[in-house]
C-alpha cells in the first residue's frame, strides 16, 4: 500500500515535534533524533510503501527496516495523520471534481484501513426517503444532493405558494400552483442529473401511506405535517422495517431534531408513552400544544438550520464516519439563547409496543 500523509504542519522543539493537522490541537510527539521529521518529510514529498520509505530514510542517514518504518506508520495512523494514497480518490476525474469538498471532509476520517472513496459510496448507494419538501425538507433536499446521496423519494402534497419564498429556497416563482414533490425533484435533476429521484404527490392520512414508500429506503428524513401523529406513523414504519428515522421540526422558540436507530434507541413512540397523565395540567398542556394552530413562524436561517441538522444526522448514519449523534436525545436548540444547543435523553421505554416490531440486527444482542 502507498501511504499518504493528510495535510499537516510540524515544528521540532528541542527533543519533541510538535505536529498540527487540526488547528484546535497540537500533537507532540518524541524525536530526538529527527526520524519522525524525516519521515513526514518523506511522506510529504511522494506517497510511498513501507518499502520504499525504508530506503528513502536510508538517504536520510537513518537505518531502518520495512517492519521499523511499518511500526511507525501505525503509529502515525493512530494519531490519524496518514492514510491509504489510492483511497483518496473515485478514480474518475469528473466525479473527483464533483465531490472534491466531500472527498476533504472524508479525509479527516480516512485512514490506512479506511479510504475516503468508502465514506463516499454508500451515499452513493444509498436511497433516502424525504417526507415533506417544505421548510426543513427543501434545504434538507438541497444538502443530501450536495452530499452525494444516489436516490431520493420525495413525499409531499402541498402545491408551491408565495408564502413559501421566506423560507423554501427550492422553488421558483414559476413554480407557484406546481406540485412542491414535482417541483423538488425538477430541481434535483437539474442540480445533478446523476440522482434518482421520485417526486410522490401524496397526502399521508394513515400508516398504510408509507407503506409501499418504505420498500428499499436506507433511511428516511424529515418530518409530515397535516395529521399530528403523522410523525408516529412515519416512526412505525421505519422501526417495522429498521430503517434509521431523522426528524425535526420547530415551535415558536425552539428548533428541534433526534433520530431513531430502530431498536438500538428510544423510538418517537417510547417518547409518547412517557407523557403525564391526560387529566394532570402538565397532560393539559401537552395536549393544547400538540392540537394548536400556529402560523409557520420558520424564516430562512432557520429553517435551513433544520434541514442542515438533519442531513448532517442522516450523513453520520449513510456513511459511518461518526456514530449518529441524536438517536436516544431530543436536541433543542433555543432561539432565545442564541440556538444553543441542549441534549435531553430520550430513554428507551421497555414497554414500547412499537419498538418491538424492530428486526434483529447485525451486531445486536436480543
Ligand atoms: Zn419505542
Redesign the pocket.
Known amino acids: 500500500m502507498r501511504v499518504a500523509l493528510k495535510e499537516c504542519e510540524w515544528e521540532a522543539t528541542g527533543e519533541d515535534l510538535l505536529v498540527v493537522f487540526d488547528a484546535r490541537e497540537a500533537i507532540t510527539l518524541s524525536d530526538p533524533e529527527g526520524q519522525v521529521a524525516a519521515l513526514l518529510s518523506e511522506l510529504r514529498r511522494a506517497p510511498q510503501t513501507a518499502a520504499e520509505l525504508s530506503v528513502a530514510l536510508g538517504r536520510h542517514g537513518f537505518s531502518l527496516s520495512e517492519e521499523d518504518v511499518t511500526g511507525g506508520l501505525s503509529g502515525l495512523d493512530s494519531l490519524g495523520l496518514i492514510e491509504d494514497a489510492d483511497g483518496r480518490t473515485l478514480g474518475d476525474p469528473d466525479e473527483d471534481e464533483r465531490h472534491f469538498s466531500n472527498l476533504s471532509f472524508y479525509g479527516t476520517y480516512a485512514s490506512l484501513d479506511r479510504r475516503r472513496a468508502a465514506f463516499l459510496r454508500p451515499l452513493r448507494e444509498a436511497h433516502v426517503l424525504v417526507l415533506g419538501v417544505g421548510g426543513g425538507g427543501s434545504s434538507l433536499v438541497q444538502c443530501l444532493a450536495g452530499l452525494g446521496v444516489g436516490e431520493m423519494t420525495l413525499v409531499d402534497q402541498d402545491r408551491v405558494e408565495p408564502r413559501n419564498f421566506a423560507r423554501q429556497f427550492l422553488y421558483r416563482h414559476a413554480d407557484i400552483g406546481l406540485s412542491k414533490a414535482e417541483r423538488a425533484a425538477a430541481w434535483v435533476r437539474d442540480y445533478d442529473p446523476g440522482i434518482k429521484v421520485h417526486p410522490v404527490d401524496r397526502w399521508v392520512s394513515a400508516p398504510e401511506d408509507l407503506a409501499d414508500l418504505v420498500q428499499g429506503v436506507d433511511l428516511i428524513a424529515g418530518g409530515l405535517d397535516g395529521h399530528p401523529h403523522a410523525n408516529l406513523w412515519a416512526?412505525e414504519a421505519a422501526?417495522r422495517a429498521g430503517i434509521p428515522y431523522v426528524l425535526g421540526g420547530a415551535n415558536r422558540s425552539q428548533l428541534m431534531y433526534l433520530s431513531?436507530d430502530p431498536g438500538r434507541t428510544?423510538?418517537?413512540?417510547?417518547?409518547y408513552?412517557d407523557r403525564p397523565a391526560e387529566d394532570t395540567s402538565e397532560g393539559i398542556a401537552y395536549r393544547i400544544v400538540e392540537n394548536m394552530k400556529l402560523s409557520n413562524p420558520l424564516t430562512g436561517p432557520m429553517a435551513m438550520q433544520v434541514g442542515s441538522l438533519l442531513a448532517f444526522e442522516a450523513q453520520r448514519y449513510l456513511t459511518g464516519y461518526e456514530p449518529p449523534r441524536a438517536a436516544g436525545f431530543r436536541v433543542t436548540l433555543d432561539m432565545r439563547e442564541g440556538l444553543v444547543p441542549e441534549w435531553q435523553p430520550l430513554p428507551?421505554?421497555p414497554e414500547?409496543?412499537?419498538?418491538r416490531l424492530a428486526p434483529p440486527r447485525e451486531g445486536d444482542r436480543r
Open positions: 416512526n422501526v431513531v428510544a423510538c418517537l413512540a417510547c417518547d408513552a428507551k421505554n414500547c409496543q412499537i419498538c
